[in-house]
């Protein structure tokens, strides 16, 4: 029985990466909740989980013709430098500022979703 919840966390983290919602919500909340893991080492092993669900997912959409390269490539562009720059400030902080951070980011957007009127 102790299979299921990871299971469960990894599936429903696939379905919220594929529709877009990020599904490292889903998971980095099970490692670090659940499963006991750190918050950095989470956030971590969410990027390799992370990496085969959005190769899948990027096939997938661009098939279908959902995804506009050209005006993606300089958000990807910026995103990529954005990355490289967290990625070496982010080890510099405590773990508490972290989850802080996390859980900032997570409310924010989960109330933006629920109360923003969408045109």
């Known amino acids: 029985m102790s299979f299921v919840l990871p299971l469960l966390a990894g599936f429903l983290a696939g379905i919220a990466g ?23 080492a989470a956030q971590g092993i969410n990027l390799i989980f992370f990496l085969p669900t959005a190769a899948v ?25 954005g990355t ?11 773990a508490e500022l972290i989850k802080s951070i996390f859980g900032f980011v997570i409310v924010f957007y989960g109330l ?8």
């Open 57 to 81: 997912a990027v096939f997938i959409y661009s098939k279908k013709g959902i995804i506009k390269w050209r005006k993606i490539l300089p958000v990807m562009i910026f995103g990529a430098v």
């Open 18 to 40: 594929a529709m877009g919602l990020g599904g490292g919500s889903v998971l980095i909340i099970y490692l670090s909740v659940f499963a006991g893991v750190e918050q950095l």
């Open 84 to 94: 490289i720059i967290t990625g070496f400030w982010v080890g510099q902080l405590k």
């Open 112 to 119: 933006y979703e629920l109360f923003c009127i969408k045109k």
